[in-house]
Nanobody, 128 residues
Framework: QVQLVESGGGLVQAGGSLRLSCAAS????????ISWFRRPPGKEREFVAS???????????YASDSVKGRFTISRDNAKNTVTLQMNNLKPEDTGVYYC??????????????????WGQGTQVTVSS
């Protein structure tokens, strides 16, 4: 069982930055793929970034080059946390951001159905 709690959302102007944190409980945290998803207003939940840990190396993946150039995902297994640093935010980044944990054999997945545990979400609003 893994419990996830997000924090760090808020209101920011375009071009600004926010740092989201996902704190997890559970002794097997390092074995899970941890990903960030977001739900823009009126849209479906979409993949943002993922971090998995294997053999002492953290492997990351991003939804697109646009996200990769502005967002950075990192994880600290000792502290059971995953962080999403978001820079140069744009109005289209607005949405509810969720972290999710899953035991995914392939390494990560962009499909929300692949994840077993979810946080409650944190609102990110970027004004133009």
């Amino acid at each position: 069982q893994v419990q996830l709690v997000e924090s760090g959302g808020g209101l920011v102007q375009a071009g600004g930055s926010l740092r989201l944190s996902c704190a997890a409980s559970g002794r097997t945290f390092s074995s899970y793929v941890i990903s960030w998803f977001r739900r823009p207003p009126g849209k479906e939940r979409e993949f943002v970034a993922s971090a998995r840990w294997n053999g002492g190396i953290t492997y990351v993946a991003y939804a697109s080059d646009s996200v990769k150039g502005r967002f950075t995902i990192s994880r600290d297994n000792a502290k059971n946390t995953v962080t999403l640093q978001m820079n140069n935010l744009k109005p289209e980044d607005t949405g509810v951001y969720y972290c999710a944990a899953g035991a995914i054999p392939g390494g990560y997945s962009r499909d929300p159905k692949a994840y077993d545990y979810w946080g409650q979400g944190t609102q990110v609003t970027v004004s133009s």
